[in-house]
C-alpha cells in the first residue's frame, strides 16, 4: 500500500540527479521563440497577442516607474502557469509544491518592492502603515498590526502557492486511491467518485492558473504601492 | 486503345538525384561529384522554404516522453508502493 501520501511531494533524485532541475528548465522549452520575421506563423502570434493582453491587463494600475517590471512578471506568470498544468500530468513532478521554490520567489520580489519604497518614496512607503481616517485611539495599534501584515506578505505569498497546490494533488491522489480501492467491491460507488475525481481535476486545471495569477497580481499590487 | 507504352521517362542528370533513384553502376559517378557539386544555398531554403507544419503530435510525444521520464525517475520510489509483494 501507500507508504505516505506525502511522498509524493519528495524531490525525486536519480543517480545522483534530482528531477528539479528538469522540471523547472522545461517550460522553456514549450514556448517557441519568435524568429526575426516580420509576420510570424499562427501559433507566435496567438502566443505574442495573449501575452500582450497580459502585460497590458497587469501593468494599467501601475504608473511609469512600475513598467519596468513588465518583463519579470510577465515571464513569472507564464512559468508559474507552466509548472503547475504540467505538473497535472501523470508521474510528473510539481516544483511549485516545493515551499523553497515559493518562497525563493516571493521573498526577494516582495523584498524589492519594499526597499524601491523605502529609497524612493520612504514618507508615502511608510504612510502605508497606516490607513486613512482612522479614530486617533487605534493608530498605535494598527501601525503595530500593519507591521505584521506587511512583513507576513511573502510569507502568505509563498505558502499560499504551496498549499493549494500540495492540497489538490492530495485531493487527486486520495479520491484516485479510494476508486481504485472501491472498484471491485462496489463499481456503482466507484463510478460516482470517479465522477467526483474528474470535476477534482478540472478544478485543479482552474486552481493551476488562478494561483499563478494571483501571485503575479499580488506582487504587482505591492509594487503599485510603492513605486 | 492505352497510351501506357507511351509514358515519356524523364532523364535527370545522376548528380542531381537522391542516393534512392541512383543506379548502382551510377553510384561512383555520383559520389564523386556529388561531393563537390554542393548547393550553397541549401541553408536558405531549410530554413525559410521548406519549413515543417507544426501538428499536435509533436507536443503531445514531448510531453509523453516527459511523463515516461518522470515515471523511470520515480521508479525506485514507486517500487514501494505494490500492492503485493511478488505479483
Known amino acids: ?227 | 486503345m492505352t497510351y501506357k507504352f507511351l509514358i515519356p521517362i524523364i532523364v535527370v542528370p545522376v548528380v542531381q538525384r537522391k542516393l534512392g533513384d541512383v543506379r548502382l553502376n551510377e553510384l561512383c559517378v555520383w559520389l564523386g561529384q556529388g561531393l563537390f557539386l554542393k548547393n550553397h544555398n541549401t541553408w536558405y531554403y531549410r530554413k525559410y522554404i521548406d519549413v515543417r507544419r507544426g501538428g499536435i503530435g509533436r507536443i503531445s510525444m514531448l510531453l509523453t516522453g516527459y511523463c515516461v521520464l518522470c515515471y523511470i525517475w520515480n521508479y525506485p520510489h514507486l517500487k514501494k508502493e505494490r500492492w503485493r509483494k511478488y505479483h
Open chain 1, 1 to 227: 500500500m501507500m507508504v505516505s501520501f506525502f511522498d509524493q511531494f519528495a524531490s525525486p533524485s536519480y543517480l545522483g540527479i534530482p528531477l528539479i532541475a528538469i522540471a523547472i528548465a522545461l517550460p522553456w522549452v514549450l514556448y517557441p521563440t519568435p524568429p526575426a520575421r516580420w509576420i510570424n506563423n499562427r501559433l507566435i502570434t496567438i502566443q505574442g497577442w495573449f501575452i500582450n493582453r497580459f502585460t497590458n491587463q497587469l501593468m494599467l494600475p501601475l504608473n511609469v516607474g512600475g513598467h519596468k517590471w513588465a518583463l519579470l512578471l510577465a515571464s513569472l506568470m507564464i512559468f508559474l502557469i507552466t509548472i503547475n498544468m504540467l505538473g497535472l500530468l501523470p508521474y510528473t513532478f510539481t516544483p511549485t509544491t516545493q515551499l523553497s521554490l515559493n518562497m525563493g520567489f516571493a521573498v526577494p520580489l516582495w523584498l524589492a518592492t519594499v526597499i524601491i519604497g523605502m529609497r524612493n518614496q520612504p514618507t508615502v512607503a511608510l504612510g502605508h502603515l497606516l490607513p486613512e481616517g482612522t479614530p486617533i485611539p487605534l493608530i498605535p495599534v494598527l501601525i503595530i498590526i500593519e507591521t505584521i501584515s506587511l512583513f507576513i506578505r511573502p510569507l502568505a505569498l509563498g505558502v499560499r502557492l504551496t498549499a493549494n497546490l500540495t492540497a489538490g494533488h492530495l485531493l487527486i491522489q486520495l479520491i484516485a486511491t479510494a476508486v481504485f480501492v472501491l472498484l471491485p467491491m462496489m463499481p456503482t460507488v466507484a463510478i460516482l467518485t470517479a465522477a467526483v475525481l474528474f470535476l477534482l481535476t478540472l478544478l485543479e486545471v482552474a486552481v493551476a492558473m488562478i494561483q499563478a495569477y494571483v501571485f503575479v497580481l499580488l506582487l504587482s499590487l505591492y509594487l503599485q504601492e510603492n513605486v
